[in-house]
């Protein structure tokens, strides 16, 4: 696989993980997911050059990936209480 087909993959997967952990109602969500699509191919197709593509791309996916890591900190932290409120409730 070329390096931009790995890139276009990851971009497209960090979208969509982005846009499916966000809490929204499923027509909501496709359409979020068809916006960064049209987004995303706006993009490609800009003006500029592809250093300067490559770098917004590079800091559109690092801000999926804090979006990502705070929506797995919450997820964590729940399940930290639950488990903290099973287990004082078996008690």
Known sequence: ???SSKLLAA???GSVLGVLFAPAKGSDTRKKIDDQAKKLKKLLRGRGSSKEQLTMVKEKLEKHKE???KHLQKINSR???YDTETS????
């Not at 004082?88 to 008690?91: G, L, R, W």
């Open 88 to 91: 004082s409730e078996s008690n």
């Open 79 to 81: 399940i930290a209480e």
């Open 67 to 69: 979006r990502l890591e």
């Open 11 to 13: 971009m497209a997967a």
């Open 1 to 3: 696989m070329k390096k």
